[in-house]
């Protein structure tokens, strides 16, 4: 089953929203992701926002926020693949070629060493580039464009030091994230605003208008273009809210579960109601043991 969005959006109203909703936010240079969560939370006096992976202060791009409960799902999208726009600057002049053919050597999986000013353990970890390549070259300045996608938790200024080192030097002038999980600049399924622009939608949600902010939020239930969705009997759908792990005799279809596999992460729903994130255990009669359950709003 494929929920839809929209027509769940439209049955919702905006401080259903906000209790369980996303803002995309083209984050700009200059404050950290925190600052930038901590100022929608400010501004529409939430109890709770959360980024939905880490961006350095200089650079821009795709930075979603959830709103209040559904800032639980943060980790249920920040782990998928990234891809970033940037500029580095190579210190000897290099040709086209000469880069295509080094940039094959990190196209893959890499090991690569958090830098110096990151706040983990540093120490070699796998990470898998997807694609890497040059886009435009100005051969008088030494600049360059180029595209990376890659998993998340990978340091694209790294990747740029360690090109350097098989060029005679590289570090990055510019970044910007232009896609995260399901999010992408260029999608217009999924509204992708700035500051102003939400601060602008703010002003006017308090003086009584809230289109502009309606239109921004982004149900949180979008999960289940990442997670696919067990449907339960909506007479079971209390218990679960209660506590209750899932069982066979739950199912809406009892077919509903065979082709997943243990340690899968599922979104169980009663309808077009959100119960939880689960995680799929086949343990006797429990068939998944919830990770985060949605209790009904008062």
Request: positive net charge.
């Amino acid at each position: 089953m494929e929920l839809d969005i929209k027509k769940l959006k439209q049955k919702k109203s905006t401080k259903e929203l906000l209790q369980f909703g996303i803002i995309n936010i083209d984050k700009c240079s200059g404050p950290t992701s925190f600052k930038v969560s901590e100022f929608v939370k400010k501004e529409l006096n939430l109890n709770k926002t959360s980024h939905f992976g880490t961006l350095d202060p200089k650079v821009t791009g795709i930075l979603p926020v959830g709103l209040n409960r559904a800032c639980k799902l943060a980790g249920y999208f920040s782990g998928h693949d990234k891809a970033y726009i940037g500029i580095m600057h190579i210190h000897e002049n290099v040709t086209k070629e000469k880069l295509d053919s080094e940039i094959k050597n990190f196209i893959g999986k890499i090991m690569q060493k958090p830098p110096v000013k990151s706040n983990v353990k540093r120490e070699l970890r796998e990470r898998e580039i997807k694609r890497f390549e040059i886009l435009e070259v100005d051969k008088n300045d030494k600049d360059v464009l180029f595209y990376v996608e890659c998993q998340a938790g990978t340091y694209i200024r790294k990747l740029i030091s360690d090109l350097g080192e098989k060029i005679e030097g590289a570090h990055m002038l510019e970044l910007r994230r232009v896609k995260a999980s399901i999010f992408s600049e260029e999608d217009s399924v999924y509204p992708f605003v700035n500051l102003y622009q939400f601060q602008e939608a703010v002003a006017e949600y308090k003086k009584g208008n809230d289109k502009k902010l309606r239109d921004m939020i982004i149900p949180a239930e979008i999960i289940t273009k990442i997670y696919p969705i067990i449907q339960i009997k909506s007479q079971f759908a209390d218990k679960m809210f209660h506590g209750a792990k899932l069982i066979e005799d739950f199912l809406a279809d009892k077919k509903s579960l065979n082709s997943f596999q243990v340690g899968q992460i599922i979104c169980i729903f009663s309808e077009d109601n959100f119960i939880e994130m689960a995680k799929v255990v086949n343990e006797g009669e429990i068939l998944a043991r919830a990770e985060f359950v949605l209790q009904p709003l008062n």
